[in-house]
């Protein structure tokens, strides 16, 4: 069981934040999969701050995903926490600052991990963060700038001592990106140095590989991304099902929420996005891959989904 100053969570394992993947049905179905908590794409402070409709779309939430958490991006301390005060009243149950995206149009602007660049700034947004909210605030960071500068556990220190509830640490550099292997060493020796819970992040693509995580390493938790995206079954110990039949339900599922939720305009790119995923490795993927990147509405993509649920049933 994992917990976060005064959340407990029924899963140690969590959904990362992933930007374009990680809206409300998302975490709807993750949650229903097992997912102990879920975590928003990020936000940008001054997305917030300008209350800019865009920003403010992405604040949707249901009682029924909860708990949630919602992901502030941003270099500047005072915007951030104005951003964590707005932030606030929307009632997640924590927030979470990204201190590790290597996506070059964050860090140009000197935030995600380009902060671990700069711990002095880092160290102010967490403080002013932190004394605008009540509520329980995670830090999201790397293991360093590169191999040269493994700063990650130095950085650590810093985020406890600044106020931050939890650290979750991606096991590799701001340099890496997502490429090369995930050092579960860093992991533990951050571990180790702390006293708030950490989370290990990276190259876990089951549950059985989330557990080993956590026995390697001594991490409370593990935060999915990318083995989540038409996976949300990575959740839970059974893991994706065998057999296509369930693997469709699961993808109607989706389709569901993302009808009920998602506002018109998005839906059509959104929901190809997230559904050709659900087919990738399976045997006459390609086909139903492209099929699903052709329907030209979401009428004809409920239908597809059906009409393969049928033939297969």
């Known amino acids: 069981m ?23 049905p998302f975490r709807l179905l993750c949650r229903e999969q097992g997912a102990g908590y879920c975590v928003s794409e990020m936000i940008s402070c001054h997305g917030l701050c300008y209350r ?4 403010l779309d992405m604040l949707l939430s249901v009682p029924e995903e909860r708990p949630v958490s919602f992901q502030l991006f941003g270099a500047d301390p005072d915007l951030m926490a104005e951003a964590a005060a707005i932030l606030s009243s929307y009632q997640p149950d924590m927030i979470d600052i990204n201190m590790g995206c290597p996506v070059k149009k964050v ?3 000197g935030a995600g991990a380009a902060l ?16 605008r909210t009540a509520l329980p605030v995670t830090v999201k960071i790397r293991i360093g700038v590169n191999a040269a500068l493994l700063n990650g556990e130095e950085f650590a220190r810093m985020a406890e001592g600044a106020g931050a509830a939890a650290v979750i640490v991606h096991g590799r550099t701001w340099v890496q990106g997502f490429a090369g292997t995930v050092d579960r060493e860093m992991i533990a020796r951050i571990k180790k140095a702390l006293t708030i819970p950490v989370l290990g992040n990276g190259d876990v693509h089951s549950f059985q590989q989330a557990m080993a995580m956590m026995r390697e390493t001594g991490c409370d938790g593990v935060m999915i991304g990318r083995a ?6 990575v959740f839970s110990e059974q893991g994706r099902p065998a057999g296509l039949p369930a693997i469709l339900d699961g993808a109607i599922r989706h389709l569901t ?10 839906m ?16 006459g993927s390609s086909e139903v891959r492209k099929a699903i990147y ?10 597809l989904l059906f009409t393969l649920r049928d033939k297969t049933a």
């Open 116 to 131: 671990l660049t700069d711990p002095g700034r880092a160290e102010q947004i967490i403080e002013k963060v932190v004394g």
């Open 257 to 266: 929420l993302m009808e009920h939720y998602l506002a018109a305009d998005r």
């Open 228 to 233: 989540a995206l038409g996976n949300p079954w």
């Open 107 to 109: 860090t140009k602007r």
């Open 268 to 283: 059509i790119g959104v929901v190809r996005n997230h559904l050709g995923r659900y087919f990738k490795l399976l045997p």
């Open 52 to 55: 800019q409709q865009k920003t």
């Open 2 to 24: 994992l917990k976060i100053a005064d959340r407990t969570f029924t899963s140690p394992l969590v959904l990362a934040p992933l930007a374009g993947y990680t809206d409300l």
């Open 294 to 303: 052709q329907s030209p509405s979401i009428a004809a993509l409920r239908q």
